[in-house]
């Protein structure tokens, strides 16, 4: 009898012979030759470089030192317990901590936020007795935060930010309600990299009985540093030392240089980290504790951040902190001086979010024209009272004055041009038309059809001109954006339909 099966059928219709390895590295350099460089301060969003190429080497040691490890068990690999110790105690020094305070070491900063959350939702039902949770949330909160409310069902309760982008005491005030189980602040927020008023905030939230978080993933590690610098304005105050303040996550993946995959999220004391945890005794395995939402855990993470915070050392980071200083100075000032430009708000840390002042400068063809000239700047569309912009994170690799002004002068030649072309056209007519779709009753074929008319190709291929796409998704309600993003995703992964091209010899 013949065993082969349609699903064998199918399985050796496209077989994986065991490939050489020299060809499947050679595969991946490949890839990633069209991938924005992760070097070099040029790519000036989701990537942190400290510019110290053997910083990465010793990175890479550390991870390979470790490989293998499971950080599920600490008491089978009792060296990852000894390295978060000392990761999360470097943390809590720096940023206000006390003897009490405790932490956790996280695969990335969503992974903190959502963590938090998810304390404060079991603290308030375990203290309280509230069982229909709110978040406050400032409309600048990062998105990790409606992720987290999505995912363990607490209601979004959303506060305005005045003209500066920081959220108003008193509007946090109206917000809490005998429901309320946490207010977040931002110590940047993302967008606009102002830090909220935290005393103000974090006083509030403490005199009705409700945690607060600072969010200082991008920023803590970053503010926490440039203190330290003598000859540079104090920043704002924003962590565990301003009273009413109960848990802060700082990214150790963005300012503190380290491999992706590394934060850190610092609570007042043990006791109220407890209730994010998650221990189960009833099933026939191993009795599970898990402090973060993983299961089995790669120690690299840890081991690469461990190591490349010791080696930088408190002075190696007031260093790199006080030139990223200087430079972002530099690049306020320079963009004050593009006819056409301006900078949203009064940036506190090293986030810049430059918009447009001349209608005939569209942010988004500012963007496209940067990308041409080999520089990355991400598109922010507009959103409640901010307008459409392009951020910029302002790393170490490109904390250098001529580097500065490179980007400067080439920021002016895309204005220019951008101003030759105009602003991208969108169809009023399919405007109207896609809002009067409903995104919840939409088929995958109407979705489709949207897609094409706002310029997506069928395999999900994005068009080298992202301004007009762009310009669609902005005028779209988000309902509706939220509905076609992961559309176009999804377009991405096929799934079994994706066949190996590796075209690599076997
Ligand atoms: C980056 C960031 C996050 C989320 O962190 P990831 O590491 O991207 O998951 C949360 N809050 C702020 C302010 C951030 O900048």
Redesign the pocket.
Known sequence: MDRRTDRDARAFADPCRGTDASALLARLAALRAADLPVHGGRTMAYVYDAGLTALDDLAARAQDAVAGVNGLDMTAFPSVVTLENEVVGRAARLLGGTAGTAGTFTS????S?LLAVLTAREHARRTRGVTDPEIVLPVTA?A?FHKAARLFGLRVVSVPVDDGFRVRPADVAAALTPRTALVVA?AP??AHGVVDPVPAVAATAAGHGVLCHV?A??GGWYLGHLRLVDDVPEPPPFDLSVPGVTSL?V?L??YGYTPKGA?VLLFQDAELRRHGWFAHASWPGYPVVNATLQGTKPAGPLAAAWAVLERVGTDGYAELSARVHRAVRQLVDGVGEIEGLRVLGEPDAALVAVASADPRVDPFVVADEMRLRGWYLQPQPAHAGSPANLHLTVTAAAADPARIAELLGELAGAVARARELGPPSVDPGLIELARGLDPDSLTPEEAGLALEAAGVGPGGALPARMAPVLAVLQALPAPLTERLLPEVVSRLYPGADARSGSGVPG
Do not use: L, M, V, W
């Open positions: 990335g900063g969503t992974e936020c990062h990790a931002s927020s993302y969010d993933c991008i996550s990214d993946h963005k934060s």
